[in-house]
């Protein structure tokens, strides 16, 4: 079945740097990718959404990038902040379904 | 709009115990799911529905059990439950099909001892 996997599980980065977090998904018909973040004993909220028809979406300091050539899609943040510091997941939808399956997420810690 | 809410918001619960794990949402929105968050293992789908009468199941589907009879409650139930029923349960809501934004509820925290 589809598989997502994500990595690093971790990741620390200082206040102003960027940070990438690299997901891939095994099913090559998967169409939808959206990313969540997660801040501590929150809901997880969705901060960016890319779809298969197109290879990069950027929304301010924030850009997905994907390759379905290689089945991976990427998040980048730039000039990160504090507030920045969460779980974030990446998600991939499921072959001829409106499911989603998420990845196990990246602990982001952006010290000042 | 209060969006999706969620009732309890903690529980704990002995081994064999059932229980009923409250959704609503006011946003009119046709597709609902359930989702149990364990650490290291992300998001995994439980049971979702894509309108009102008319439920399916997810990844991990088994010990629970869902109905849709209105477009806003959508309740998830534990028939029996089990300590590797330990997990926070999110519910979540979106306008039309899973791959649209979904509005995700506060959660709700299980122990089953």
Known sequence: GENVEQHPSTLSVQE???AVIKCTYSDSASNYFPWYKQELGKRPQLIIDIRSNVGEKKDQRIAVTLNKTAKHFSLHITETQPEDSAVYFCAAS???T???IFGTGTRLQVFP | NAGVTQTPKFQVLKTGQSMTLQCAQDMNHEYMSWYR????????????SVGAGITDQGEVPNGY???RSTTEDFPLRLLSAAPSQTSVYFCASSKGTGLDEQYFGPGTRLTVT
């Not at chain 2, 968050?37 to 979702?48: A, E, K, S, T, V």
């Open chain 1, 16 to 18: 102003g740097d960027s």
């Open chain 1, 94 to 96: 499921k072959r001829n």
């Open chain 1, 98 to 100: 409106d499911k989603l």
């Open chain 2, 37 to 48: 968050q364990d650490p290291g293992m992300g998001l995994r789908l439980i049971h979702y």
């Open chain 2, 65 to 67: 059990n869902v109905s």
